[in-house]
């Protein structure tokens, strides 16, 4: 079945610095590359996603990167602010999108 | 602000009890999901209902029964449960299917005693 590894776990970046989350897969049927951030006590909520047809996506300060060759995506976050700092998982689908799975998270923190 | 809606927010429940989680959403989604959420891990799937039809059943025990009433709503059916079945349950719904994003309610902070 598919596995989503996540590195790093934790993660800790001065304000205004550049933050990087990187995410591996192993199901090559997998086509769709969602991120979800979480706070604290609070719901996952999409932040960005990507499609296998596609190499990048940007929205603002977050862009994601997708190499289906290597079987790997990565979340880029720059101009990093304190409100930044919750836990990121990333996902792909599974099943031939029945479902998802989910990386074992990054916890990022953003110092002042 | 929340488009995908769960009561109760919080649930401290004895191991004898029965109980209900229930999901509302209103956004004409397809596809609606149950996780459990433990802390510092991330969610994991237990039901997806596809078109009112439960599609994906993760090896869930039995003292969890979900049941989708109609195409907005999600219930899930607690009995008997243990404490290591304390968790926050997270409902979800995606417009089609795991191709589309998911939209996650608040979750019910479960608590068994």
């Known amino acids: 079945g598919e596995n989503v590894e996540q590195h790093p776990s934790t993660l800790s970046v001065q304000e205004g610095d550049s933050a990087v989350i990187k995410c591996t897969y192993s199901?090559?049927?997998?086509?769709?590359f969602p991120w979800y951030k979480q706070e604290l006590g609070k719901r996952p909520q999409l932040i960005i996603d990507i499609r296998s047809n596609v190499g990048e996506k940007k929205d603002q300060r977050i862009a994601v990167t997708l190499n289906k060759t290597a079987k790997h995506f990565s979340l880029h976050i720059t101009e990093t602010q304190p409100e930044d700092s919750a836990v990121y998982f990333c996902a792909a689908t599974l099943n031939y999108g029945q479902n998802f799975v989910f990386g074992p998270g990054t916890r990022l923190s953003v110092l002042p | 602000d929340t488009e995908v809606t769960q009561t109760p927010k919080h649930l401290v429940m004895g191991m004898t009890n029965k109980k209900s989680l229930k999901c509302e959403q209103h956004m004409g989604h397809r596809a609606m999901y149950w996780y459990k959420q433990k802390a510092k891990k991330p969610p994991e799937l237990m039901f997806v209902?596809?078109?009112?039809?439960?599609?994906i059943n993760e090896s869930v025990p039995s003292r969890f029964s979900p049941e989708c009433p109609n195409s907005s709503l999600l219930n899930l059916h607690l009995h008997a449960l243990q404490p290591e079945d304390s968790a926050l349950y997270l409902c979800?719904?995606?417009?089609?299917?795991?191709?589309?994003?998911?939209?996650f309610g608040n979750g019910t902070r479960l608590t068994v005693t």
């Open positions: 209902y596809s078109y009112e039809k439960l599609s």
């Open positions: 979800a719904s995606s417009p089609q299917g795991a191709n589309s994003p998911l939209h």
């Open positions: 199901d090559s049927a997998s086509n769709y």
